[in-house]
């Protein structure tokens, strides 16, 4: 076994070894630190952007980008879609030993990205005003978040590339160098947003620049990485020769993932337009500064997620299925601690996080707090879920995956119907908490029975194994 395999699995790759508690959270932190890092750091782009524009902008607009997001938010989910389906088949084919397919797998994942960027510029160019106006957007608003969807029409290959390709590059057994992409980008984000919001005033026309040149640093210094003696998987005269089967299954796979991103985009615009209905614009405000500080807490059980998906893909592929378990038990308890902990961080202390956004609208800080209350106390239970959709899809079941992100969308449909009719606004807010229980009750059965199912196979080949 090569020095790069024993990175991921430091044991022998029959199927009765099982690695010591001790090797198995090595494998998890070498991966979950620079996957949460990363994530951390590629929500800093929105996070960024809505600080700067609370307080240089105001209340109109954090209501325009927060109608802006859930748009743009669907261009990342395809990056996504590529990174976590490319990244999955490459780790599988990994511990297959089989690196010419994983040579085909990086091959098929760049030539989706650009597909992919293809139409989803066509997309934003023909409906991106129809989706601002249908969550309710109008006068100031509209325009504020015209300008920012309409420059990042402009940006989509910038979106997506610079979403995968750090992925891409964990899996190929670089964890901190995509880790480096993203804090690099996420500082010059940092920066090009004080010159181009703070210092030029260019308001949303600004947020979006400064994330698209960004991101489009990143993409840049993404493909030198694979065009460098630091990468085994190279861009080379195979990248011609794409397989048509390797594309298929990568959306497969990552299917999952950016059906997450829909759900995330369409229940933000849903909650919108509720929003503007049974409330004001400071209603969206404050839904926009909550759905910030949700989504610090989102990015880091998506981080852990993805930490874990590269060593339970390769663990599926070399057939070591206690590893497995043991894996994903350590993946759910550090997801719990976290969001646990992160609830009782905001409600001891809301006005430490409402603070980055606003200063001087006490009408939206009361709201803000009422949303941290009312949304959020069930916030660990969506990360647990996170994570069983991106176990599914590390093990190949990408349509187990995919189901849970469906059903993550549409359970919450009956909530934010009935709700805000008998509850108004309040019952906005608590629609998604509600639905996470319920949807948790369905989950984790699913994962037990799996987990379950994968012990009896063990022990079935370790009997097979030594009476053979």
Same mark, same amino acid.
């Given at each position: ?279 004001? !614009?400071?209603? +969206?405000?404050?839904? =926009?500064? #909550? %759905?910030? /500080?949700?989504? @610090? ?6 981080? *852990? ?25 350590? !993946?759910?308890? +550090?997801?719990?601690? =976290?969001? #646990? %902990?992160? /609830?009782?961080? @905001? ?6 996080? *409402? ?32 994570? =069983?959709? #991106? ?12 189901? *849970? ?64």
């Amino acid at each position: 076994m090569s020095s790069s395999q024993l990175q991921v699995d430091p044991l022998a790759k029959n199927v009765r070894d099982v690695a010591s508690d001790a090797d198995i959270k090595r494998s998890f932190w070498r991966y979950a630190i620079p996957s949460i890092t990363a994530m951390l750091v590629s929500g800093l782009y929105q996070i960024i952007d809505g600080i700067f524009v609370g307080h240089y902008v105001g209340v109109d607009g954090l209501a325009a980008i927060n109608m802006a997001w859930p748009i743009t938010f669907v261009v990342s989910g395809l990056g996504i879609m590529v990174g976590m389906g490319g990244g999955s088949l490459i780790s599988m084919k990994r511990g297959e030993q089989d690196s010419t397919s994983a040579q085909q797998a990086l091959n098929a994942s760049f030539l989706l990205m650009l597909v992919l960027a293809m139409f989803s510029a066509m997309g934003l160019f023909l409906w991106g005003a129809d989706l601002l106006r249908v969550q309710g957007g109008e006068g100031t608003i509209f325009t504020l978040g015209f300008d920012y969807v309409n420059i990042f029409s402009y940006g989509t290959i910038a979106t997506i590339m610079a979403t995968a390709i750090p992925m891409l590059v964990r899996n190929d057994e670089s964890p901190n160098v995509a880790t480096a992409l993203m804090i690099f980008g996420a500082l010059l984000n940092i920066v090009l947003d004080y010159v181009l919001i703070g210092l030029w005033q260019w308001q949303l026309e600004g947020a979006a620049l400064a994330t698209i040149i960004a991101q489009l640093t990143i993409a840049i210094i993404g493909i030198g990485y694979f065009l460098s003696q630091y990468s085994s998987l190279k861009f080379d005269r195979s990248l011609v020769r794409v397989n048509p089967r390797m594309m298929s299954t990568i959306i497969g796979l990552g299917a999952s993932s950016l059906v997450m991103y829909l759900y995330t985009s369409f229940v933000f615009a849903l909650h919108n337009r509720l929003f503007m209905q049974y409330g004001t !614009s400071v209603t +969206v405000g404050a839904f =926009a500064i #909550v %759905g910030y /500080i949700m989504t @610090l807490y989102y990015l880091v059980a998506e981080g *852990i997620a993805e930490g874990m998906q590269p060593p339970v893909s390769y663990y599926f592929g070399a057939q070591q299925f206690e590893n497995i378990k043991k894996m994903l038990l350590l !993946s759910i308890k +550090v997801t719990v601690i =976290a969001g #646990v %902990g992160f /609830i009782v961080i @905001l409600n001891v202390m809301p006005n430490l996080m *409402i603070s980055l956004f606003t200063s001087d609208d006490p009408q939206l800080v009361s709201e803000a707090k009422n949303g941290i209350r009312l949304h959020l106390f069930s916030m660990f239970l969506d990360g647990i879920i996170v994570l =069983a959709s #991106v176990y599914f899809m590390a093990i190949g079941k990408g349509g187990k995956a995919l189901a *849970i992100s469906v059903g993550n969308m549409f359970i919450q449909l009956p909530f934010l119907y009935f709700l805000p009719q008998w509850l108004g606004v309040d019952g906005i807010w608590l629609a998604l908490p509600l639905s996470n229980i319920v949807l948790f009750a369905i989950v984790a059965p699913l994962v037990w029975h799996d987990i379950k199912q994968r012990e009896k196979a063990s022990v079935v080949n370790h009997m097979t194994h030594e009476l053979g």
